[in-house]
T-cell receptor, first 112, second 114 residues
Framework: KQEVTQIPAALSVPEGENLVLNCSFT??????LQWFRQDPGKGLTSLLL?????REQTSGRLNASLDKSSGRSTLYIAASQPGDSATYLC???????????FGKGTKLTVNP | NAGVTQTPKFQVLKTGQSMTLQCAQD?????MSWYRQDPGMGLRLIHY???????DQGEVPNGYNVSRSTTEDFPLRLLSAAPSQTSVYFC?????????????FGEGSWLTVV
């Protein structure tokens, strides 16, 4: 059974810092991996989707990488801003379906 | 497009009561699902549907019932509410059941069972 782990559970950084969020998974036979953002009291918003054949995806200041062999993905946020404060979750589908297994998330606080 | 709409936003139930959480999407998505989010447990899949008339169980289906009579709607029914069902519930949809599509989530429904 796929297990997804995100460490640390919480991270606090000063504005402007570059940072990396980590996601690890136990079964390397994955189809893709998604990173989501969740604001307090809100639903999840998809940030980046990396297919198993890709090594990274970029969207603006966000860059997600995938290393299947080591069971790891990272989300790199450049020049962090207070508006980046949120919980970031990674998720992996079970098999080839849309049934997602989620990590418990990293709560990011960017201090002005 | 409204995206994925969930109602109600907040609900308090007494133990043993039943209720239905509504979920509707206007994107003509085939795949819809319900998750619950609990502190320390993360998001867990309750039920899902790959199209109208087709539903299946996820990781934590006990105490919940679903139906999919139309493409747009995917209601979640709590048959006899228990305090253990106090949680935040999220409905999600995507274009198809095949992995690799953008998944859209509703804003969530906060349920308290007393």
């Amino acid at each position: 059974k796929q297990e997804v782990t995100q460490i640390p559970a919480a991270l606090s950084v000063p504005e402007g810092e570059n940072l990396v969020l980590n996601c690890s998974f136990t079964d390397s036979a994955i189809y893709n991996l998604q990173w989501f953002r969740q604001d307090p009291g809100k639903g999840l918003t998809s940030l980046l989707l990396i297919q198993s054949s890709q090594r990274e995806q970029t969207s603006g200041r966000l860059n997600a990488s995938l290393d299947k062999s080591s069971g790891r993905s990272t989300l790199y946020i450049a020049a962090s801003q207070p508006g980046d404060s949120a919980t970031y979750l990674c998720a992996i589908p079970q098999g080839g379906s849309e049934k997602l297994v989620f990590g418990k998330g990293t709560k990011l606080t960017v201090n002005p | 497009n409204a995206g994925v709409t969930q109602t109600p936003k907040f609900q308090v139930l007494k133990t043993g009561q039943s209720m239905t959480l509504q979920c509707a999407q206007d994107m003509n998505h085939e795949y819809m699902s319900w998750y619950r989010q609990d502190p320390g447990m993360g998001l867990r899949l309750i039920h899902y549907s790959v199209g109208a008339g087709i539903t299946d169980q996820g990781e934590v289906p006990n105490g919940y019932n679903v139906s999919r009579s139309t493409t747009e709607d995917f209601p979640l029914r709590l048959l006899s509410a228990a305090p253990s069902q106090t949680s935040v519930y999220f409905c999600a949809s995507s274009y198809s059941a095949d992995s690799g599509n953008t998944i859209y989530f509703g804003e969530g429904s906060w349920l308290t069972v007393v």
